[in-house]
């Protein structure tokens, strides 16, 4: 039936002259279970936000920034007051607490549940809250032997109802505080879901923070990205669930694509269905800014797989190799753009024998777009800066991959649109690969405000405070450190060329020690894979060893053995965009991670992996990797457990239990019910622990005279909030620690952004190529080229947002209108389809009515008879002849009603003589409803696509494209759901005609 339906579903339904209605808006939905204290948000000032890239006119907006700054200050403090109290009430129930035996502590879930379903509220400063807050605090002190400080306590009040992002330093626990607000949320069983930006810690989370929950008598879900459907419906029906963020939005657009309930993944409460609160409960971001701000840039898309004309993208990509710039083309770095001059257009159409780029060829389309995109590929895209090749696992490139350039890792699943990808895959050499139309797209924006509660965590959240409220209605809130910040920040110096900067650098390093064992631990950050691995050959060509964390899959995947041995003495680390990694560094070393490493690889090698689970493990380090080696009494411990393992598992683990199993063991406390093979690996992994702490603790005072752990940066990046958090992996809890950049005029921002205006500088100093530069002008005008850039991306953010609020409506509409399709019953489905039959005999009775009142008869008959087949036999002219508009209608109606009931009764006999269950008529209207919306909906996204880029153009017109874009949006938004009904109507009634023949 399927197969067949298809086959219809892609016929094209005949056009008629219909009527459009305006566009359909879900119902909003109050959310009830929280009370509203004064400690839950603090009085709101906000200024006018505005995007100024004219240097001239920066200076002025600084003044006003700072005049914002202390508004926003003296709002935090007010509300940071209110919290005191409260902290304090938290505390005095500690003792009480503490007195609790493990399972009189795991019993308070179900109280609190309880006393929720008998009317209690929630809320920061409520009795159930403080005394929920103290539980988790001893909870975490019982399973991790970790103890919220007050300020943590104070961040998880905050967090608790959303609408606060708190700016907490690295190192400060932020990954504790989300057990404290994600508890009490899920206590409403509505869920609350911890969003951070990779598997890596996702997964650490989940494994280490969810024991927490557990403890309680929580469920805890991981969702990663090859978890099946199953593991995912399983973990967002948890009570507690770690996800990345761009797993839940793909997910979110997955679910809007499935054809049955089966397929959905993210749990859906029935009065959520027709409401524009997608979730419920409760979501809490990781790295806020990272994922709020930076990626919001980028949409997340699905889209389907079409033949890409590789002939064509092949001789675009040597084309663009023989054009030069400033004379074929223009570039215009800003916004990464290229503009054919008239002389371009003109070799361009000789090379190719065409008389236009833009006149269609056999395929359909011009040139014009090919051309383009090759010259984009050509001239602004770099390997290792902006794309890698991905490698098969014959080592054979397999593909493109897109380096986020805030992260530097590679985004798994994501393709450049519009032809571009497969231009970067053409210009490497490689088979292109299919192009992709969308058909289903959000962004962050949208995805994220459709919680009921949202609350952020992020190192550097005040810089993008302003963005954060008007957003996504998060006030910032920086939090105190539990240690006062004993970490000093040099300032920059700026060399003429970049080969200079490098070499002062690397000077550098080795003036403290690094590479050498007694030497102070230093760690580089850059801006992209290219600069990262220039850097660690040069220090190789001087002697230095260094680690490398690049966006390389390699690389990514040691990530936790890199950071656990970044703190040791003499250690050089070269990292690609260290920022947003989410790992503290310790000081001397870590012997926890260290531990767990060995341990794993020694499990590994003991064979208790199931059959192709091994490959799944990162590799091991080297045996050179550790501080020492261990006893022979610790070694037997270790050999024991793996045969405890072995045991306890006789088919095999899982690499992912394997993991979970060692964070239980390595990271928990004894439990009582501990089975043996655990005991028997906590105890091997405490006795390498133990072996290892002797000594990395004086090798930990040693680096903590020799000033701690040595930030060096690169680059500035393109905001300063990467900046920030580069610096902050340095001076964690109280440690002494120092951070420089060391740039050059050659940096890409400099030369990009930068203007005439540094170019004189270097006039007027007459600088040698060696010469650090540390002028207050200079980082005055370089503070400037970065605030321009940061306004630059912030304009695109909110030219995207702005866009995506008209979409957004409509995407809420027909998502609204599909869940109550999929979810609804086959007496609704069928009901539902009545009506569709019902109004497509009303349009088309309509639309052929005439100018005295009574409708083409011809017109009528010819028309009904292509959308409802078999019509003509119970419908003839004379039978309507001469009547008016409603007669016809009515006959024409009671006609199709007729038909309709001797078709539905003539597939419900042919499902029952197949073994079929009864409701083939709701099963196949249901697919048909689903597939035309889809269908359409896919269109409606390319010609919104088309839109937007044609009244960005409207501007040089002096007209407001978002004007523009909201009033012809509205125009192609009328039509639609008629036309999805119209489509429907047609797919199925010429299945249900090809089944009667």
């Not at 060096?712 to 992996?729: F, K, N, P, V, W």
């Not at 270097?762 to 080229?785: C, G, H, I, W, Y």
């Not at 880029?949 to 949006?969: I, S």
Request: glycine residues 8%.
């Amino acid at each position: 039936m399927r197969l067949q339906l298809c086959a219809f579903l892609a016929l094209a339904v005949p056009s008629v002259a219909f009527q459009t209605h305006g566009p359909y808006r879900p119902p909003t939905t109050r959310l009830p279970g929280w009370t509203t204290s004064t400690a839950s948000r603090g009085n709101v000032r906000t200024s006018p936000s505005s995007s100024v890239l004219s240097m001239g006119l920066l200076d002025g907006l600084l003044d006003q920034e700072a005049a914002d700054a202390k508004l926003f200050a003296k709002d935090s403090e007010e509300y940071m007051a209110t919290l005191t109290p409260i902290v304090e009430r938290i505390n005095s129930l500690e003792p009480a607490i503490e007195d609790l035996s493990d399972e009189e502590l795991a019993a308070k879930t179900v109280e609190f549940r309880k006393r929720i379903a008998n009317g209690e509220e929630l809320g920061v400063g409520t009795p159930l809250t403080d005394e929920a807050f103290a539980v988790v605090r001893e909870a975490a002190w019982r399973v991790l032997e970790q103890r919220h400080y007050d300020v943590q306590i104070t961040a998880g009040l905050a967090l608790l109802q959303g609408g606060r992002a708190a700016e907490m330093g690295t190192g400060e626990g932020k990954t504790l505080v989300a057990t404290l607000p994600c508890y009490v949320n899920a206590l409403l069983g509505k869920g609350a879901m911890v969003v951070t930006v990779n598997d890596y810690l996702a997964r650490r989370d989940s494994e280490r923070m969810g024991q927490v929950h557990r403890f309680l008598g929580l469920s805890v879900g991981l969702v990663q990205g090859s978890s099946t459907t199953e593991q995912r419906k399983e973990a967002y029906g948890s009570d507690v669930t770690y996800v990345t963020n761009s797993e839940l939005g793909f997910d979110f657009l997955r679910d809007h694509l499935a054809l049955s309930k089966q397929e959905v993944v993210l749990p859906i409460f029935e009065n959520e269905i027709e409401s524009d609160i997608y979730f419920p409960g409760f979501c809490l971001v990781d790295e806020a800014d990272s994922v709020l701000i930076d990626e919001a840039r980028t949409p997340l898309i699905i889209s389907k797989q079409a033949d890409a004309p590789g002939a064509k993208y092949a001789t675009a990509a040597k084309l663009a190799a023989a054009l030069t710039e400033d004379v074929h083309f223009d570039i215009d770095l800003k916004n990464k753009n290229v503009v054919l001059t008239e002389r371009g257009y003109t070799d361009c159409e000789a090379a190719l024998g065409v008389d236009s780029l833009f006149t269609p060829q056999g395929d359909g389309s011009g040139w014009a777009p090919y051309v383009v995109n090759a010259i984009k590929a050509a001239a602004l895209f770099k390997k290792d800066v902006d794309y890698t090749l991905l490698k098969d696992a014959e080592g054979k490139d397999a593909g493109v991959g897109i380096i986020d350039a805030f992260t530097g890792r590679v985004m798994d699943g994501r393709r450049w649109s519009d032809g571009l990808h497969q231009s970067v895959e053409a210009m490497e050499g490689m088979e292109v690969s299919k192009m992709s139309q969308v058909i289903a797209t959000v962004t962050y924006q949208s995805l994220f405000r459709q919680f009921a509660r949202l609350s952020g965590m992020s190192g550097t959240a005040m810089p993008a405070s302003k963005e954060f409220i008007s957003t996504y209605g998060l006030l910032v809130t920086p939090i105190p450190t539990a240690l006062p910040i004993a970490r000093r920040d040099y300032p920059d110096v700026t060399f003429k060329t970049r080969r200079a900067a490098d070499k002062a650098l690397i000077k550098e390093i080795q003036s403290v020690g690094g590479g050498e064992l007694d030497g102070r631990p230093c760690l580089i950050g850059t801006t992209s894979v290219e600069q990262s691995e220039g850097i660690v050959a040069s220090l190789a060509a001087s002697g230095i060893p260094a680690e490398l964390l690049n966006a390389s899959p390699l690389n990514a995947a040691r990530e936790g053995e890199i950071i656990a041995q970044a703190g040791r003495p003499g250690v050089v680390t070269v990292a690609t965009n260290m920022a947003g990694r989410g790992t503290d560094i310790l000081l001397g070393g870590c012997a926890g991670t260290m531990s767990k490493l060995l341990v794993r690889g020694r499990l590994a090698e003991a064979g208790v992996l199931a059959e192709r689970e091994a490959s799944k493990l990162p590799p091991s380090p080297p045996a050179e990797y550790y501080p020492c080696k261990i006893a022979e009494d610790v070694d037997s411990l270790v050999a024991a457990a793996a045969r405890a393992v072995k045991k306890a598992f006789p088919d095999g683990m899982g690499a992912d239990q394997l993991s979970d199993l060692l964070t239980v063991a390595a990271d928990t406390t004894e439990a009582e019910d501990d089975p043996a093979h655990v005991v028997e690996l906590r105890d091997a992994a405490e006795g390498v622990k133990e072996t290892f702490k002797a000594v990395l603790e004086p090798e930990k005072e040693a680096v903590l005279k020799r000033g701690g752990l040595y930030v060096m940066g690169t680059a500035r990046h393109e905001s300063s909030r990467i900046d920030a958090q580069l610096r902050g992996r340095s001076g964690r809890q109280g440690d002494p620690g120092t951070s420089r950049f060391f740039l050059s005029f050659e940096d890409e921002m400099y030369v990009t952004f930068g203007g005439d205006g540094l170019t004189k500088i270097l006039e007027m100093f007459r600088v040698s190529e060696d010469m650090p530069v540390e002028a207050p002008q200079v980082t005055e005008s370089l503070d400037k080229v970065q605030k321009s850039v940061e306004d630059k991306y912030a304009e695109i953010r909110e030219q995207v947002t702005q866009f995506d609020s008209v979409l957004n409506g409509q995407r809420g509409a027909i998502y609204s209108r599909r869940r109550a399709v999929l979810f609804g019953d086959d007496d609704l489905i069928v009901k539902t389809f009545i009506g569709y039959n019902e109004g497509t005999v009303n349009d088309i009775v309509t639309a052929q009515g005439g100018g005295d009142g009574e409708p083409d008869v011809n017109g009528v008959l010819a028309k009904a008879a292509q959308f409802f087949p078999g019509i003509e036999m119970l419908v003839r002219k004379e039978d309507i002849a001469g009547k008016d508009v409603g007669a016809v209608r009515a006959y024409i109606l009671a006609g199709v009603e007729e038909l309709f009931k001797a078709n539905t009764a003539e597939m419900e006999r042919k499902a029952k003589a197949g073994g079929s269950p009864p409701g083939a008529i709701a099963r196949t209207a249901r697919y048909t409803i689903q597939v035309t919306m889809d269908n359409a909906w896919s269109q409606h996204l390319q010609n919104m696509e088309a839109l937007k880029e044609n009244v960005v153009l409207r501007q040089y017109r002096g007209l407001d494209p978002v004007k523009e874009y909201k009033e012809d949006a509205l125009t192609l938004f009328g039509g639609l759901e008629d036309d999805m009904r119209r489509n429907a109507v047609y797919s199925l009634w010429q299945s249900m005609a090809a089944q009667a023949k």
